[in-house]
């Protein structure tokens, strides 16, 4: 049975940085491409970062000079460094895990708030 367990979310300030972390089981880990996603209030889920098994990475727009995305392949973790974090950053993030031909997996979600 596959699990993403997502951690590292909460209240964060304005401009303040956090990291969150997705751990991996009951899958080959490395032959996934994995993302993060997030869903603000009201809205629909939007890609934030994803990384390829070959480590090759994207970005969207609105993150691209804030955020890095990282696995560890002997960990089975895949992570999402946040810097000068903004108000409508605020959103529930959830991992993703993906390959060609097979089902996509979604963790639960973890919820972060940016406000003062």
């Known amino acids: 049975q596959v699990q993403l367990v997502e951690s590292g979310g909460g209240l964060v300030q304005p401009g303040g940085s956090l990291r969150l972390s997705c751990a991996a089981s009951?899958?080959?880990?490395?032959?996934?491409?994995m993302g993060w996603y997030r869903q603000p209030p009201g809205k629909a889920r939007e890609l934030v970062a994803a990384?390829?098994?070959?480590?090759?990475?994207r970005y969207a727009e609105s993150v691209r000079d804030r955020a890095t995305i990282s696995r560890d392949n002997a960990k089975n973790t895949v992570y999402l460094q946040m810097n000068n974090l903004k108000p409508e950053d605020t959103a529930v993030y959830y991992c993703?895990?993906?390959?060609?031909?097979?089902?996509?997996?979604w963790g639960q979600g973890t919820q972060v708030t940016v406000s003062s």
């Open positions: 990384i390829t098994s070959n480590f090759m990475t």
């Open positions: 009951g899958l080959t880990f490395n032959a996934y491409a």
């Open positions: 993703n895990a993906n390959r060609i031909l097979a089902p996509s997996h």
